[in-house]
Each structure stands twice: as C-alpha cells, then as structure tokens.
C-alpha cells in the first residue's frame, strides 16, 4: 500500500519579504458581542420551527397593496426626486406628518424638531454617537433592550443598571444610581418595554423627568411599542413631563405599524443635540433612502394609518390572549409571568433550578423557540428568565407551539 507523499510547507526563498499582518480591529469591534436574538432566528429559519424568539410583526397585517400604491404615487408624483439625493433631515412631508401625529399624542412638535433616521435604531446610534465618550455612565433598566447595549458598548460606554420592579425603575433607585454615578444619560423603553412587556406608570415618569432635570441627566425615551396598546389608558411619553422638555431625545419607527422593511424612524429632540445628530447621520449614511420617504408619506396622506394600526391591535390581542391562556399548562409548577397592556412581548421566570439558556436547545429540537433573558441583562443574569413574543404566529400556531414547549421544559 503505498501512502501519498505529504508536502510540508516551504519558507519562502531567500529575499523574498514575507507579508505583515494588518493592523488590529478597533476594541469596540472585538468586545461587543453579536445578538443572540439574531443567532437564534437564524436557527429557526427551517419551515416547521414555532417561533416565540423574534419580535417580528404578523406579515399578513402588513398593508401590501395600499403600500404598492404609495411607491407607485411617489414614482409617479416625480421619479426623478424619488430616486434622487434629499436632505438629511428628511423629506419634509414626512417630517410633517411625524410632528403632527406626535402632537395628537399629547407633545406638541414642529417638522423642525424632527429627524427622519433609518430605523430608530439609527436614531439610538446617532443619539450615542453626540453624547456618549469613552468611560461616560450610561444608566438603564435591568433588563433592557439588547440592541442598545450593544451600542451603548461599541461607544465605550460604562452601563450601569438601574433597579427595577414589576412596573420598571425604581425612582428612589434612579435617583442613588445618579448622585453615585454622575451618568451622562438614562436610556428607558418606558412602554411596552423589550424584553419584559412592562409599562412605567405615570407616577413613575414625572418622577423620572423630575430627577433628570434636577440632577442633569439626558434622558432616550425608545418608543417603538407605543401604538399597541390593547388594554389600558395611554400614558403621556417621559418627554411631554416638566423638567424633561429640553434633555429628552424621543425615538419612534414606523417598524412595528407598518412594516420594518422600510427601516423608517424619527428622532424628536432639543435643538442643539438634534443639530448635532443631523452632522453625525452625515457622516453615517448623508440621509435616509429618499423612495422609502416619499412613499411613506404618500401613505400616510392617502391612507387611515389609525384604522390600520386598530385592525393591527386586534389581532395581536387575540394572540396575546392566547399566549397567556395556554402558559399555565405549557410551564412548569411555579413559573410566573406578566400581562403586558401592549406591545409584543411576555416575560416568564421559570421555577428555581431551570435554565432558560440551557433548556434552548431542546426546545430547538422540538421546533419551537424563544429567546432566553440572560442576553438582556447588565451584570449578573437571572438564568431562569425568558421571552415570548405572541405577534408573529395565529392563536393555533402559538398553542401548537407551547404544546411543543411544554415537552420541551419536561
């Protein structure tokens, strides 16, 4: 039997340079983590898999034809602007129609005090990118949205948790955390929050705008959750409270009412920190795609956006309700869970002993998903915490699915 003959690698002849290395990623590059959330949706792409991880809206809701028609009318109303360079503070109509609808929420706006931002997550970025240095505190609820740790960390900032109850932050905690801290801002999903479904009363929000005005902390209020409300009275937005008018950045994104793949959002913001995110959008992307404006302008003139948003209610609150009817027997003994007056999301803690984290993979196996809390947790996790978002699946996928997770969790 005669074996190949391996060759060994030869050093390169005598003078002939050898290639140096190129220099290193940037730290904030190799020291911010991927998102779980991300990692888990690309194991459950697979037809068949139940998913409870993503916080995806229903793609059957979303408005197909009247959002067909609006690209259509802006193509129409002149291609040559639609496919054009714009401003980066946006298309003014849009701009317009974002300050009114703002307005009839209670915060009186002007197309002048709005950023039109690709996604609000932008929005968070660009709010970062002006305030945020090296070693600044950054203050948040524990737990809070993965995506601004993860921007909050490529800032090189120093995230410090804010204690929280079933309603979220604690003030009299909010206001230790800022005399020990001195943190540059408080970012807050006050609510609906991601990932715990909680809203911050309203006590609670004139407190926390007290306590920012006083003490001199910037406040980002993340709203992207606002308008699915199912049960319950609106609560006015942490910026219309006193003490919060002039040092409270408002994220909000058309995401969640009419479709993420626009990646449309705004900033409402002071003057000065709103001029100094227009300069940093500039060197990021120069502005937002000018179609995807235009069209969602159009869109907004034509169409009852309110009447859409309602039909979109319903339906999530029919899944919301059928979530939470199916856990008591899908989850062991013992596990507790909130009821969310809105949004996307239920957050469960599971009996002392289990693993959220752990127990994925088995629930992976029996083709049903979520995505467990540790991730979104500052320091040190409670492992048996998890998400479930009801949007995305009709009352009999999500009670096949926790039929699958209950065997899961078994």
């Given at each position: 039997?005669?074996?190949?003959?391996?060759?060994?690698?030869?050093?390169?002849?005598?003078?002939?340079?050898?290639?140096?290395?190129?220099?290193?990623?940037?730290?904030?590059?190799?020291?911010?983590?991927?998102?779980?959330?991300?990692?888990?949706?690309?194991?459950?792409?697979?037809?068949?898999?139940?998913?409870?991880?993503?916080?995806?809206?229903?793609?059957?809701?979303?408005?197909?034809?009247?959002?067909?028609?609006?690209?259509?009318?802006?193509?129409?109303?002149?291609?040559?602007?639609?496919?054009?360079?714009?401003?980066?503070?946006?298309?003014?109509?849009?701009?317009?129609?974002?300050?009114?609808?703002?307005?009839?929420?209670?915060?009186?706006?002007?197309?002048?005090?709005?950023?039109?931002?690709?996604?609000?997550?932008?929005?968070?970025?660009?709010?970062?990118?002006?305030?945020?240095?090296?070693?600044?505190?950054?203050?948040?609820e524990n737990p809070t949205y993965l995506a601004a740790l993860q921007c909050f960390a490529m800032a090189?900032?120093?995230?410090?948790?804010?204690?929280?109850?079933?309603?979220?932050?604690?003030?009299?905690?909010?206001?230790?955390?800022?005399?020990?801290?001195?943190?540059?801002?408080?970012?807050?999903?006050?609510?609906?929050?991601?990932?715990?479904?909680?809203?911050?009363?309203?006590?609670?929000?004139?407190?926390v705008a007290e306590i920012a005005g006083r003490l001199g902390v910037w406040l980002v209020e993340d709203?992207?959750?606002?308008?699915?409300?199912?049960?319950?009275?609106?609560?006015?937005?942490?910026?219309?409270?006193?003490?919060?008018?002039?040092?409270?950045?408002?994220?909000?994104?058309?995401?969640?009412?009419?479709?993420?793949?626009?990646?449309?959002?705004?900033?409402?913001?002071?003057?000065?920190?709103?001029?100094?995110?227009?300069?940093?959008?500039?060197?990021?992307?120069?502005?937002?795609?000018?179609?995807?404006?235009?069209?969602?302008?159009?869109?907004?003139?034509?169409?009852?956006?309110?009447?859409?948003?309602?039909?979109?209610?319903?339906?999530?609150?029919?899944?919301?309700?059928?979530?939470?009817?199916?856990?008591?027997?899908?989850?062991?003994?013992?596990?507790?869970?909130?009821?969310?007056?809105?949004?996307?999301?239920?957050?469960?803690?599971?009996?002392?002993?289990?693993?959220?984290?752990?127990?994925?993979?088995?629930?992976?196996?029996?083709?049903?998903?979520?995505?467990?809390?540790?991730?979104?947790?500052?320091?040190?996790?409670?492992?048996?915490?998890?998400?479930?978002?009801?949007?995305?699946?009709?009352?009999?996928?999500?009670?096949e699915g926790l039929t699958r997770l209950s065997t899961a969790l078994s």
């Open positions: 039997m005669h074996l190949p003959r391996l060759r060994c690698a030869q050093p390169p002849p005598q003078g002939v340079p050898v290639p140096a290395s190129p220099p290193p990623f940037a730290a904030r590059a190799v020291s911010t983590g991927g998102s779980p959330v991300r990692e888990i949706l690309a194991l459950t792409e697979r037809p068949g898999v139940i998913s409870f991880a993503g916080g995806l809206p229903a793609p059957e809701l979303f408005d197909t034809e009247g959002l067909r028609a609006a690209y259509d009318a802006a193509f129409a109303d002149s291609a040559a602007r639609a496919l054009q360079y714009s401003t980066t503070e946006g298309a003014p109509e849009l701009r317009e129609v974002i300050a009114a609808r703002a307005s009839a929420r209670g915060l009186p706006t002007g197309p002048d005090d709005v950023l039109v931002t690709t996604g609000s997550q932008q929005a968070l970025a660009l709010v970062t990118a002006t305030l945020v240095e090296p070693g600044d505190v950054v203050l948040v090189g900032a120093r995230v410090v948790a804010v204690p929280c109850d079933e309603d979220g932050i604690v003030p009299e905690a909010l206001e230790e955390a800022v005399r020990r801290e001195r943190p540059k801002l408080l970012y807050s999903v006050p609510t609906f929050q991601n990932p715990t479904g909680r809203t911050l009363p309203a006590a609670r929000r004139a407190a709203d992207p959750y606002g308008e699915l409300r199912y049960e319950g009275a609106d609560i006015p937005w942490l910026a219309a409270h006193p003490g919060a008018e002039d040092r409270t950045a408002l994220l909000g994104s058309f995401s969640k009412v009419m479709a993420p793949g626009l990646r449309l959002g705004w900033l409402r913001a002071p003057v000065g920190l709103r001029r100094a995110a227009v300069v940093a959008k500039q060197a990021t992307d120069l502005h937002t795609s000018t179609v995807d404006q235009l069209a969602a302008a159009r869109y907004l003139a034509v169409a009852d956006l309110d009447a859409h948003v309602a039909v979109v209610r319903d339906a999530y609150r029919e899944r919301r309700d059928a979530l939470l009817a199916g856990l008591p027997l899908a989850l062991p003994a013992g596990a507790r869970w909130n009821r969310p007056e809105g949004g996307m999301f239920v957050w469960v803690r599971l009996p002392e002993g289990y693993d959220a984290g752990a127990l994925l993979k088995a629930a992976v196996a029996h083709d049903v998903a979520y995505v467990p809390g540790a991730a979104f947790y500052t320091g040190p996790p409670d492992p048996r915490t998890l998400r479930l978002s009801f949007t995305t699946h009709t009352p009999a996928e999500i009670a």
